[in-house]
């Protein structure tokens, strides 16, 4: 199974930061990718896909950067609506895995 | 708009079974494939399988393999998932969500909202 190391576990972050998440896969899965956010009692939902790919509807201040190995997830200017927790997916191969979540609270 | 609806709370006794459901709106149900997901209260995502709902075919978790079993019902948009011989680890929330390819690269783009399984005796 590919291992998704997700850094850091927590972060405290003003808003107007600029906050950076990484995740290393325990192998290469190319751009297969996805990150999400979380916030309590809600379902995922989906930000970047393709590694770098911005989804629909999701702030232009999310940006997704990586391949192979080493991937991050960058908040140019944290929003008040962006406390919450984030995870990295991998999808180049099942079982699908995910990074064990970024919690960012308001510092 | 793509929609996942599944179905209320559960509240069973180790050794039991659970099926969740997961009605889908707003798209083509046939076309996509349905990943399920489980959180454990406070913890991370772990993915627990996935079917086509084109062919039925599926694939599982090694970890679940011979306690989980995924179904769609093609005729009212739902899938299903069946989790046998509940242990109190298996408690969590449990969702469902559309496993699905743009540009090449797979994502699960509509998640439903979640299910709670609590297993206690």
Not at chain 1, 14 to 24: A, K, N, P, Q, Y
Not at chain 1, 52 to 64: D, N, T
Not at chain 2, 34 to 63: C, D, F, H
Not at chain 2, 88 to 98: E, I, L, N, Q, V
């Amino acid at each position: 199974d590919i291992q998704m190391t997700q850094s850091p576990s927590s972060l405290s972050a003003s808003v107007g930061e600029r906050v950076t998440i990484t995740c290393r896969a325990s192998q290469t899965i190319s751009k297969y990718l996805s990150w999400y956010q979380q916030k309590p009692g809600k379902a995922p939902e989906l930000l970047i896909f393709g590694a770098s790919s911005l989804h629909s509807g999701v702030p232009s201040r999310f940006s997704g950067s990586g391949s192979g190995t080493e991937f991050t997830l960058t908040i140019s200017s944290l929003q008040r609506e962006d406390f919450a927790t984030y995870f990295c997916l991998q999808t180049y191969s099942t079982p699908r895995t995910f990074g064990l979540g970024t919690y960012v609270e308001i510092k | 708009q793509v929609q996942l609806v599944q179905s209320g709370a559960e509240v069973k006794k180790p050794g039991a079974s659970v099926r969740v459901s997961c009605q889908a709106s707003g798209y083509s149900f046939r076309t996509y494939d349905i990943s399920w997901v489980r959180q454990a209260p406070g913890q991370g995502l772990e993915w627990m399988g996935w079917i086509s709902a084109y062919t039925g075919n599926t694939k599982y978790a090694q970890k679940l393999q011979g306690r989980v079993t995924l179904t769609t019902d093609t005729s009212t948009s739902t899938a299903y998932m069946e989790l046998r011989d509940l242990r109190s680890d298996d408690t969590a929330f449990y969702y469902c969500a559309r496993d699905f390819m743009i540009s090449g690269w797979y994502l699960f783009d509509s998640w439903g909202q979640g299910t709670l399984v609590t297993v206690s005796s």
